[in-house]
Each structure stands twice: as structure tokens, then as C-alpha cells.
């Protein structure tokens, strides 16, 4: 439970706020690479953290990432024309580098023109992982790039995609970090693809074990199996702000497993919307096309309408009820909504856009949810007092999710630590 200033203070993301100024220490994830695929092709808009911007690639490859306003007379620049090396606005032809200066300024007289004097705020930009990434906060406390394992797998190996979500990106991380759900929320009532998560099904509760790290932290879901054959651990990555990681245990087609790590990134669009993201990464065989069809998920082309801004399709969406069939519910699935993360979302946004965090009642389960909250209040507060915050740093980059089933009384970290760290434990 927090306060309603507390939840004010750490939902909130706008320029100026305590978890806006917070939010643009870090590198920001704001488009798909491919969502600008060549040189000089159409820009994108962007919408992060309550600023409109807009993207393009250059001639020479850069991207560029600016206010999407002219400062002409504030005509979008998304409406430009992207040639030789800069977006030029249609309305008058002013025209502007990747970085933001004013390049040509063509419809004035060369006595009287003032390029020199003008300039779009425009913010440095990184491509890695297949994703665009931006850095929206001030120079001087700029991080290095993002480089996490996901970002350096060769394509063959990763997959990436994105949805957006109506409600706020807090919501969205703590749905994920909030693991104890999958026992219910997206519980099926026959078969299960899940390799070794099919142990859940015999071990609802779970105890929660949450140890702080200099990224966030690190916990583990452990539950008991039956008959004292140990228990299933599963252990999870959060990386400030809005970062967490996870593993995949799939059953394959032989009786074999399949080990993939995974991750989601909620990052505010604005206060009250998000967009999730969605990585993975498969530590053997290249991923096939199975791999790559994330229907079981709810996500990709059959759920998001990549063409309408990565919103759900119509059918699934909030004003439809995400598609809830309650027959469905009745006999084959906990909720009677398809798609995993569909699931997720539907009740993530069935809280409304910002949720009342002082009217909750939070158990032991709710333990890495209540720590996310305090880390994020404590790094507020570490920016304001001039610190650096938790996670912009490098000490995160070679971090792994493992899930396991663990002999009674084994300590988890003990035994999963050299898994988990393979470069080494950061602590
Ligand atoms: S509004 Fe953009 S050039 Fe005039
Ligand atoms: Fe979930």
C-alpha cells in the first residue's frame, strides 16, 4: 500500500516530475528498428514519456529523434519530406539535421535568414538488439548504452516485439514482477505448453524470496512440490526502471526442453498509457518460425495492429472486453480471455488508468511488487539529492533468469549464482 502522494510521486512521468527526471536517466527502448527501415524512408512518431517526437533515418543510416513540432510555427515535422541527410517541414521548408540543428532555412532571403539561431530538441539515439533506444535526460549523467545479453544475440537468435496498453507503465511492470499470478491468472484446465512450470499445476502457493542487488534485485518464486520432492524455484531479474527478466522452459515436440530467457519492458507513453515490450532469446538452436508466433502469448500481428500504432486489435481490446468468452471460463481457462499476456493485460487495465495504491491489502506474495515500489521511491529521492540511481550503470548487462527444482532446504542463490551471473555476481 502506498499513500497517495507516494503513488502520485511514482506514477507520474512528465517533464519536471520526480519520476520523469528519474525516468530520463536511462536509456528509453521508442521504436523497432525495422519500424524505419532505410535510409530517407517515412519518419515515425514517437510518444514517450508524455513528449511527442519524431524519428527518421537519415541518408547516412543515423536516426534521428526530435521534437515533433516545427519551431517555425509548429507544423508536424512527421508530415516532412526525409532527404539528403535531413526532415524537412512541409509547410516552409525549414529543414534539420539528426541532432536537431536547423540545416536550411529556405524560404528567407540569405539576408535574412537565421538558421544559425534555431534549433529542435532533439535526443541522442542507439541501435542495438534490433531496437531504437533514446536517452532524454541531461548530458552530463548520460549512460553507457544498453548492452543486455538480449541486445547482443544475433538475430537468428532473438525475437522483439511490442504492444501498447491502456494504463500506466507501473501497473504493466508490476503485473510481470507480481509472478505468483501465473497460478491463477493464466491457469488451463486440460494440458499445459509449459515445460517445467507444468510443476505449478501440482504447487499453487509459493513463498517469496526477494534479495536487493546494485541493479534492483533479484527473487526467486519457490514452490513446494508434492511429496517432499523438492521445489520449484523460479527466479527473476528487475532492472530499474521498468526491466525484467525471466526464463522459459518449453516442452518440445520429443519430450525435450527447450531454455529461452525472456523479458518485458513497460515504458510510459504517458501517465496513463504504456507500451510493453517483449524480448526473447534462445540460448541454443537458432529460433524457428514456431518460435516466433507468439499467439499463445496474445501478442504479434493476429492480436496487435501493427499499422494502428501497436494497439490491440478491436476484438481485444479494453472496449471489448478483451474478448472474454465465459464459456470458455467455464470449462478451459482460468480467465476465458486467450493469450497470455492478453490475460495480463486485461486485468492490468481493468484497474483503470492509474490505480489507487492506498486502497490495496498486500500479502507476502505481493513482496517483490512492494520492493519494486520502494527502490523506485528510493532512487526518486537519489536523483533529487544529486546521486546516481540504482541500474545506470553497467554492473546489469550479463544477468540470467534460470527456473529449477531445487532439493529441500537448498539455498536458491547459492546454487543458481554461477547460472545466473555467468561474468560474475555483481555483489
Ligand atoms: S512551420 Fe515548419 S517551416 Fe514553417
Ligand atoms: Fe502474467
Same mark, same amino acid.
Given at each position: 500500500?502506498?499513500?497517495?502522494?507516494?503513488?502520485?510521486?511514482?506514477?507520474?512521468?512528465?517533464?519536471?516530475?520526480?519520476?520523469?527526471?528519474?525516468?530520463?536517466?536511462?536509456?528509453?527502448?521508442?521504436?523497432?528498428?525495422?519500424?524505419?527501415?532505410?535510409?530517407?524512408?517515412?519518419?515515425?512518431?514517437?510518444?514517450?514519456?508524455?513528449?511527442? +517526437?519524431?524519428?527518421?533515418?537519415?541518408?547516412?543510416?543515423?536516426?534521428?529523434?526530435?521534437?515533433?513540432?516545427?519551431?517555425?510555427?509548429?507544423?508536424?515535422?512527421?508530415?516532412?519530406?526525409?532527404?539528403?541527410?535531413?526532415?524537412?517541414?512541409?509547410?516552409?521548408?525549414?529543414?534539420?539535421?539528426?541532432?536537431?540543428?536547423? /540545416?536550411?532555412?529556405?524560404?528567407?532571403?540569405?539576408?535574412?535568414?537565421?538558421?544559425?539561431?534555431?534549433?529542435?530538441?532533439?535526443?541522442?539515439?542507439?541501435?542495438?538488439?534490433?531496437?531504437?533506444?533514446?536517452?532524454?535526460?541531461?548530458?552530463?549523467?548520460?549512460?553507457?548504452?544498453?548492452?543486455?545479453?538480449?541486445?547482443?544475440?544475433?538475430?537468428?537468435?532473438?525475437?522483439?516485439?511490442?504492444?501498447?496498453?491502456?494504463?500506466?507503465?507501473?501497473?504493466?511492470?508490476?503485473?510481470?514482477?507480481?509472478? &505468483?499470478?501465473?497460478?491463477?491468472?493464466?491457469?488451463?484446465?486440460?494440458?499445459?505448453?509449459?515445460?517445467?512450470?507444468?510443476?505449478?499445476?501440482?504447487?499453487?502457493?509459493?513463498?517469496?524470496?526477494?534479495?536487493?542487488?546494485?541493479?534492483?534485485?533479484?527473487?526467486?518464486?519457490?514452490?513446494?512440490?508434492?511429496?517432499?520432492?523438492?521445489?520449484?524455484?523460479?527466479?527473476?531479474?528487475?532492472?530499474?526502471?521498468?526491466?525484467?527478466?525471466?526464463?522459459?522452459?518449453?516442452?518440445?515436440?520429443?519430450?525435450?526442453?527447450?531454455?529461452?530467457?525472456?523479458?518485458?519492458?513497460?515504458?510510459?507513453?504517458?501517465?496513463?498509457?504504456?507500451?510493453?515490450?517483449?524480448?526473447?532469446?534462445? +540460448?541454443?538452436?537458432?529460433?524457428?518460425?514456431?518460435?516466433?508466433?507468439?499467439?499463445?502469448?496474445?501478442?504479434?500481428?493476429?492480436? /496487435?495492429?501493427?499499422?494502428? %500504432?501497436?494497439?490491440?486489435?478491436?476484438?481485444?481490446?479494453?472496449?471489448?472486453?478483451?474478448?472474454?468468452?465465459?464459456?470458455?471460463?467455464?470449462?478451459?481457462?482460468?480467465? %476465458?480471455?486467450?493469450?497470455?499476456?492478453?490475460?495480463?493485460?486485461?486485468?492490468?487495465?481493468?484497474?483503470?488508468?492509474?490505480?489507487?495504491?492506498?486502497?490495496?491489502?498486500?500479502?507476502?506474495?505481493?513482496?517483490?511488487? &512492494?520492493?519494486?515500489?520502494?527502490?523506485?521511491?528510493?532512487?526518486?529521492?537519489?536523483?533529487?539529492?544529486?546521486?546516481?540511481?540504482?541500474?545506470?550503470?553497467?554492473?546489469?548487462?550479463?544477468?540470467?533468469?534460470?527456473?529449477?527444482?531445487?532439493?529441500?532446504?537448498?539455498?536458491?542463490?547459492?546454487? +543458481?549464482?554461477?547460472?545466473?551471473?555467468?561474468?560474475?555476481?555483481?555483489?
Amino acid at each position: 500500500m502506498l499513500s497517495q502522494v507516494e503513488n502520485e510521486t511514482i506514477t507520474r512521468v512528465g517533464s519536471g516530475t520526480p519520476m520523469g527526471t528519474l525516468m530520463r536517466r536511462y536509456w528509453q527502448p521508442v521504436l523497432l528498428s525495422w519500424e524505419l527501415p532505410e535510409p530517407d524512408c517515412p519518419p515515425a512518431r514517437v510518444r514517450i514519456l508524455g513528449e511527442d +517526437l519524431v524519428a527518421f533515418r537519415d541518408t547516412s543510416g543515423r536516426v534521428g529523434l526530435m521534437d515533433e513540432f516545427c519551431p517555425h510555427r509548429r507544423a508536424s515535422l512527421w508530415l516532412g519530406r526525409n532527404e539528403e541527410n535531413g526532415l524537412r517541414c512541409v509547410f516552409h521548408g525549414w529543414k534539420f539535421d539528426f541532432k536537431g540543428a536547423c /540545416v536550411e532555412m529556405p524560404n528567407e532571403l540569405p539576408e535574412y535568414e537565421f538558421k544559425h539561431k534555431v534549433r529542435v530538441t532533439a535526443y541522442p539515439t542507439q541501435e542495438t538488439g534490433g531496437v531504437i533506444w533514446a536517452y532524454m535526460g541531461p548530458t552530463e549523467y548520460m549512460a553507457p548504452p544498453p548492452r543486455f545479453e538480449w541486445t547482443r544475440q544475433p538475430a537468428t537468435h532473438l525475437h522483439v516485439s511490442k504492444s501498447l496498453q491502456e494504463c500506466n507503465w507501473l501497473q504493466a511492470l508490476e503485473g510481470g514482477l507480481d509472478s &505468483i499470478h501465473s497460478s491463477f491468472l493464466h491457469r488451463r484446465f486440460s494440458g499445459s505448453r509449459a515445460g517445467l512450470g507444468g510443476h505449478r499445476a501440482g504447487a499453487v502457493a509459493a513463498k517469496l524470496d526477494v534479495r536487493p542487488t546494485p541493479y534492483g534485485y533479484t527473487y526467486a518464486s519457490i514452490r513446494p512440490l508434492k511429496d517432499n520432492e523438492g521445489n520449484y524455484v523460479r527466479t527473476y531479474h528487475y532492472v530499474l526502471p521498468h526491466h525484467q527478466i525471466r526464463a522459459i522452459q518449453e516442452l518440445t515436440d520429443d519430450g525435450g526442453t527447450k531454455s529461452k530467457i525472456a523479458g518485458h519492458m513497460s515504458v510510459p507513453i504517458d501517465d496513463e498509457n504504456c507500451v510493453v515490450w517483449n524480448w526473447y532469446y534462445s +540460448l541454443g538452436q537458432p529460433l524457428d518460425e514456431k518460435d516466433r508466433d507468439e499467439s499463445f502469448w496474445g501478442n504479434g500481428p493476429a492480436f /496487435v495492429d501493427y499499422q494502428n %500504432g501497436f494497439r490491440p486489435r478491436l476484438q481485444y481490446s479494453k472496449a471489448n472486453s478483451w474478448g472474454i468468452d465465459r464459456r470458455v471460463q467455464k470449462y478451459e481457462t482460468y480467465t %476465458g480471455i486467450e493469450g497470455v499476456n492478453q490475460q495480463d493485460r486485461a486485468v492490468q487495465e481493468s484497474m483503470g488508468p492509474i490505480v489507487d495504491r492506498s486502497q490495496e491489502h498486500l500479502g507476502q506474495t505481493d513482496k517483490a511488487v &512492494i520492493t519494486t515500489r520502494r527502490q523506485l521511491l528510493e532512487a526518486v529521492k537519489a536523483v533529487a539529492e544529486g546521486f546516481n540511481p540504482k541500474g545506470a550503470d553497467t554492473s546489469y548487462y550479463d544477468i540470467r533468469a534460470i527456473e529449477r527444482v531445487l532439493p529441500p532446504g537448498v539455498d536458491w542463490l547459492q546454487a +543458481l549464482k554461477e547460472e545466473m551471473y555467468p561474468m560474475g555476481a555483481p555483489f
